[in-house]
């Protein structure tokens, strides 16, 4: 590519499928833990970590919401942008993503009060976690949004997943599946509001390579989630020192 070509605005579609690409290849779907689940071939502790990790990722969403808010000066922008936190923390006690991870978690025979405490959350999970909300708290807005862009390929995960739970995960109940029901249209809205905005205030190249860079540096960070997980439990099976307390 030339100087000339390497500064071309992309045109809508370019840059979406540049995006896409991001996803394509580095997407958390392809990570080894979820081949896994996806084959049925975790056993249930496995299963309880993974909950018990991505919780903690579950749960600083409306915090780094939050933040994303506190950029917004355009109240249309911030109209839409609350409903995730809705989403996640329901209008009042018992509602909410949150709370229906929580169901998951007992559905799976952990103890909600160790759950809901992070008690069992790995260092690792933890430091990928606290690097997305710190990301968004110490970067632009539009950069924020980019990082959000993720869900772009949530809605196959979950297809993926939905079934896996039932067919190889029947210990699991019913009523802890509804968390991944109810994001197979949450998602697809959240990100077709992320991926306008992304796409309409991307205006130079530059800013199209950010969000591009942005975007893969999410997907390391819910990769990393899952390599804490698969490093204590799966293999080698190490769990840390001064952990579980
Ligand atoms: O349940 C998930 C969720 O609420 C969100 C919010 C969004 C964001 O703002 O970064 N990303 C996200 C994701 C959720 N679930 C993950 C999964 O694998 O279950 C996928 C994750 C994402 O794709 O970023």
Not at 39 to 57: D, M, P, S, V
Not at 146 to 173: C, D, G, I, K, N
Not at 187 to 199: F, K, S, T
Request: charged content about 25%; glycine content about 6%.
């Amino acid at each position: 590519m030339n100087q000339a070509e390497s500064q071309t605005v992309l045109s809508a579609e370019e840059f979406t499928q540049r995006l896409r690409a991001v996803g394509e290849e580095g997407y958390h779907d392809k990570h080894p833990f979820h081949v896994l689940m996806h084959e049925g071939k975790l056993t249930k502790r496995q299963l309880q970590a993974w909950i018990e990790n991505r919780f903690y990722y579950q749960a600083i969403i409306p915090k780094k919401d939050a933040a994303i808010m506190a950029k917004v000066d355009d109240p249309a922008v911030r109209r839409a942008w609350i409903q995730r936190i809705i989403d996640h923390d329901g209008t009042r006690a018992g509602e909410g993503g949150i709370h229906k991870w929580l169901v998951l978690a007992e559905a799976a025979g952990l103890h909600r009060e160790d759950v809901e405490n992070f008690r069992f959350v790995l260092p690792g999970a933890r430091f990928a976690v606290d690097a997305y909300l710190t990301f968004v708290q110490s970067h632009s807005l539009l950069e924020s949004v980019a990082s959000s862009l993720t869900e772009l390929f949530a809605p196959t995960l979950m297809s993926r997943r939905l079934p896996a739970f039932e067919e190889h995960y029947p210990w699991v109940q019913k009523e802890g599946l509804e968390y991944f029901r109810s994001r197979l249209i949450q998602a697809p809205r959240d990100v077709e509001y992320g991926l306008d905005y992304v796409l309409t205030h991307c205006t130079t190249r530059e800013q199209q390579e950010r969000a591009v860079a942005v975007l893969t540096l999410k997907c390391h960070i819910l990769w990393s989630l899952l390599d804490a997980v698969y490093f204590a439990y799966v293999s080698p099976g190490w769990l840390p020192p001064l952990w579980g307390k």
